[in-house]
């Protein structure tokens, strides 16, 4: 239940913000201003390394599989959270002048406008920009598949564990007093009132397009297989539960596989993509990043074109396979694309997080009951493959 205690927290933290920015004195706001002010710092500095140190050893290790099962499962999987991502932005781009109308505040244009400033101000710079940990990333993922070089995939992996434990040790503990300070201070400077109507309406929105993309999922794997598709998504529903509760995809494996081997999938197919699938398919965490990064624009009267945003969600599709498993890893990932692709500033950035994070545990349940449909689609494909290869043998 450490999922549910996070978001308990994040809740209590909104409220509390919201109490403290009507009621208490400047002073106060400007001192939960310095601590927003250090952690984003702080939070600019890891970014790069969270990108190197998982996409990396995230490339090195599946290049290393030979497997044409794990080709195709990649592959279905990068497709699927493609497809999440572009389903989200079209269906946002068309409700969003609806649905948040009179939501934008052009005196949102600029954020730290009318927001209380720190005490003190502490730069901690990167060792490197964004972008050039994104190619650096690549270039050693790809390097370590090329060479097979084990050192530097160990190097990497060690990273990968250093900054995890950055992440799941003070990152994550320090966010909702950051989301605290964030709110306080937006309250103070009277701008709350328009952040909840949007978390409220793009909450909604949200569910319901994790579950419309679960039906399309098991949709096409039920035409595939033959099977009625909502008796496949019922037989998954125990995972979905389980994962709005331990709000990781790895924590919930056990009770993935387990529902996903009565769907009529072969137990060594099962086996082998559950546990990948539980590192690599995030659509519904995608869902909720795009649905939010075109919220967040929104409400400042800011608008993306298609052409950022979809360069966008094509590296992000990347990311999210990398992405650290622990509860809110994907907006941690993806923090240096929304900076780099989006634009996106430090105030812009928290907001991000605070919306994600508030549905982090949907989004999860979501991934991992698709996982289900995708080791369905793998199943059928692989088969029917097995199948035209006897055939051509024979004849």
Same mark, same amino acid.
């Given at each position: ?164 434990? @950055?992440?799941?040790? @003070? ?124 919220? @967040? ?51 812009? @950035? ?46």
């Amino acid at each position: 239940m450490k999922g549910f205690g996070l978001l308990l927290r994040i809740i209590v933290a909104i409220i509390l913000g919201i109490i403290l920015g009507s009621f208490t004195p400047e002073w106060f706001i400007r001192l939960l201003a310095t601590f927003n002010g250090l952690f984003g710092n702080f939070l600019s500095f890891i970014i790069p390394l969270i990108i190197l140190g998982f996409i990396a050893p995230g490339i090195g290790t599946l290049g290393r599989g030979a497997s044409k099962l794990l080709g195709l499962t990649g592959l279905i999987a990068y497709i699927s959270t493609i497809i999440a991502g572009l389903f989200a932005y079209v269906v946002a781009k068309a409700l969003y002048p609806t649905l948040l109308k009179g939501q934008a505040q052009t005196s949102l244009s600029d954020p730290t406008e009318k927001l209380v400033g720190p005490f003190i101000e502490l730069e901690i710079p990167a060792v490197m920009d964004v972008m050039t940990a994104l190619v650096l990333a690549f270039v050693i993922g790809l390097g370590i598949v090329a060479t097979k070089g084990d050192i530097l995939l160990n190097v990497m992996n060690e990273l990968r564990s250093i900054v995890q434990l @950055v992440i799941e040790k @003070v990152i994550i503990p320090l966010l909702p007093i950051h989301i605290l300070g964030i709110f306080a201070n937006m309250t103070y400077a009277g701008q709350v009132s328009t952040i909840l109507h949007v978390f409220a309406k793009v909450f909604v929105m949200i569910i319901i397009l994790h579950l419309l993309y679960l039906i399309a999922q098991y949709s096409v794997a039920g035409t595939l297989s033959k099977e009625n598709p909502f008796i496949m998504l019922k037989t998954m529903l125990p995972a979905y539960f389980t994962a709005l509760g331990t709000q990781s995809s790895a924590a919930t494996i056990p009770v993935t596989l387990e529902r996903t081997k009565k769907l009529k999938v072969r137990e060594r197919v099962a086996d082998f993509t559950v546990p990948l699938l539980a590192n690599i398919h995030l659509s519904g965490s995608t869902i909720t990043l795009v649905s939010c990064s075109l919220a @967040v624009p929104f409400i400042q009267g800011n608008s993306t074109s298609f052409g950022s945003f979809f360069a966008f969600i094509l590296l992000l599709g990347v990311t999210m396979i990398a992405a650290p498993g622990v509860p809110g890893g994907a907006v941690m990932a993806a923090i240096g694309l929304l900076e780099i692709r989006l634009g996106f500033g430090p105030t812009m @950035v928290s907001l991000m997080i605070a919306l994600y994070m508030a549905q982090d545990s949907i989004g999860t349940a979501c991934n991992v009951t698709g996982d289900g449909a995708i080791t369905s689609i793998v199943n059928t494909i692989n088969k029917k493959k097995k199948h035209e290869d006897f055939t051509e043998k024979v004849s």
